[in-house]
Structure formats: C-alpha cells, structure tokens
C-alpha cells in the first residue's frame, strides 16, 4: 500500500510540475512497483497488456480519418451548411458553432480535435461579428464537447479497452446524449442571444440550405454508415474504422480534390505521433491500475465511498464515483485510462451499469477540458481568440452550469445511455 500512495503522489507532483503525462505515468508506476519489488517483470507484462486489446485497433484509425477529414477541408463545408440552417437566427454564428460540431463531432471524435477543425474558422468570425473573444472562445470550447460523445469517440475506445464493455453498445449510448447536449448548448445560445441582442447574420433560404446540403452530404454520410454499419451488423467498428479511413482519403483526395499527396503523408504522420502517445499511456495506464489493485487500492476506494454516500442508493454511489471522476478529470488529460483501471473493481462491485457509466466517463473528460487548472479546450479555444483561460471561463459560466444539470439527469436517467443499445439487441 505505501509504494501505490507514494506513485499516486508522485503522480499528482509531476503533474503539478508540468511534466508531460507519459513521463509522469511511468515515474508513477515505476516506483510504486519498485518498492513492491516486482517492477522489472510487471511493468513490460502489464504494458504488453494493456495495448494488446483488439478494440485499440480502432483508435489510431479512427484518429486518421479525423486527421484525413479535418486536413480535406470538409468542415468548411459542414460549416457552409450548418450557417444555412441556423445562421440567420439571433446570435447565428454561435449556434452555427454548435451546430457544426454536431456535426463534425461524430467525425472527430475529440474535443481538441474538433475545437482544431471548427475553432479556426468559427472564432475569427465571430469576433467580426462583433461578438466578444471571451464568448467566441468560450461557445467553441464548450461545443467541443459534443465530439467525445457522438461516434465514433476516442474517448469510447480507450473505455471499452479499459473495461471490455462493447464498443458498438458504448457507440450507441453516446448517440441520445450527444444530440441532446448539443441542442441545450443551442438552447443556451438562443437566451444569450435574446438577453444580449446578439446580431443575426443574413437571411433564412432554402435554395442555399439545398446547395450547402448537397457540398456537404458526402461529408456528413460517414458517421452515419459507420453508426448504422455498426448497429445492423455490417461491420464491426474495429472494421468501420478502416471503413472511416479509405472514405475519409478517398473523399478527400479524389472527389473533392482539397488534399495532395504530401498533405496525406503529413496528416498519417501526425495520426502516428497521437496515436502512439496515446497507445503508450494507455499502456502505463493498465499497469498503473495494476499495481494499485496489487495494493488493495479498489477495495479501500470501494470503502470510502461505502461511507460517503448516504444509505444504499445507487444514484449516491454513482455521485461519489462521478464526484471523483470530475475532480481527477481538472488534472489528468487523458482521464479515462489513468482512472478507470483503478476505478473498475469499485464499479463492478457496486454493480454499476458500465455503458451508463462509460457515458457518465464522456461527460467528466468533457468537464475536466473545460474547467481550470488544465482545461485544455478553454485554453486551445483562447489561444485562437486572443484571450486567457479566466476570461475563457467567465463567459463559459452558463455552458458549464448547463453540462453539470445534465449530468445530473444522465445520472438519474439511465435510459438516455442504455435505451439505444439495449433496443438495437433486440
């Protein structure tokens, strides 16, 4: 138990420090192995491990074809489309912000990369516009969000190989929620824009909705064939992952004709250098939970929130769970394979829902990007706007209030996770 609290403060230390998470990862479980004299053999078992699941395949390809999509320009013209629909309205080009990453969301499959391919585009015309930087930032940063949840999500990948949950079923869960969150940000939006007078920008046309649909609906069919190839059966989303990349190149290079040759080459390079990082902590990740299990860690875990929550209530114990997950989610980035290994016995010994909670998981990434001291969306999004990570926050206030209420619902209503996939197994 002492080598597993001091790899835990030694992790908490390093990150404070600014040591980047991998280095921090392996500091952990090396001396917390050491000290239990059994590093030199866990540590390179463990690692092996923990990359070996078949679901993982799924995350550098998935990973490709966002690279492939955002480089080919598409989110241009989802952005075109998504401006048709809802650019007109009260404060147009912030619902337009949210709108496209709906869309671009299931394509990206992470807040970082969706603030990448929207933020670029959308922040600088807001400020135009006349909207505030800290609001443009902060309407980009929390709209990123969507992407972890609508398919296919990196975030869904890196919990099924965690947790051996099925990945089509965690894909499915993410389908209701995302759509939901994504049209109470617009709500959000909506009283903003009456309470500020936002300015609307130009005229509702149907000619211009068709043509805009018509530019994009190649770009849009992707999510689409991959959620509704994976639901009936066609393909596994292992295999809709390949499916994803040939599509993405193809539209990209022969269709459209907005990417070359080199630019391809570039985009599989910088696919390569997320993926391996991320496939390396993921590693780290299992053989940190490990050596905490090896502890007893889980157990005493499972005790402490045996006395926080109040009687024997599943929502209570599934607050405490959450309550620790939103708290480790301001400081670990990525979350979900530093926490769950560790977290995992507790679940299963509460017998909690792993596809509701693989949704609750979604939901504290997305809170831990937005919320100080790391908040790495708030950051990316006020880097491209000009302004702080504070400033990015403040205006941030009724988005972030807006995600914890849901939160809580998703919480009391499980059936907004598990309704979808229970009803495409049977």
Known sequence: MIGALLGIVLLIILLILGVPMVAALLGSVAIGLYISGQWALVIPQA????????????????????VLMNVGGLSTRLFDFAHSLVG?????????????????????????????????????????????????????????????????????ILYSAVTGTSLGALFLAGVIPGILMGLIFMAVVFVLARRHNFPRHGNLSVSEILYTFNRALLSIGMPAIIVGGTSVGVFTPTEGSAFGVVYAGALSIFIYRSMGWTAFYKSCVSAVQLSGELLVMVGLSGTLGVSLASAGVPQALAGVIDVIAIGDSYFMRLAALMLLAIIAGMFLDPLIPVLVPVILPTLIAFQIDLIQFGVLMVMAVVIGQLHPPIGIASIIAGRIAGVDQIQVFRANMPFFIAIILFTLVLMAVPELSTWLPNYMKD
Not at 47 to 66: C, K, Q, R, W
Request: proline share 8%.
């Open 47 to 66: 690692m092996v491990n923990g990359m070996s699941d078949y679901t993982l395949i799924a995350l550098p390809l998935f990973v490709l074809a966002g």
């Open 88 to 156: 007109w309205m009260r404060g147009g080009l912030a619902q337009v912000d949210v709108l496209t990453s709906i869309f671009l969301g299931g394509m990206f499959g992470s807040s970082t990369a969706d603030i990448a391919g929207t933020g670029s585009i959308t922040i600088p015309a807001m400020k135009r516009a006349g909207y505030s930087p800290a609001f443009s930032a902060a309407t980009c940063a929390s709209s990123s969000g969507v992407g972890p949840m609508i398919p296919p999500s990196s975030p869904m």
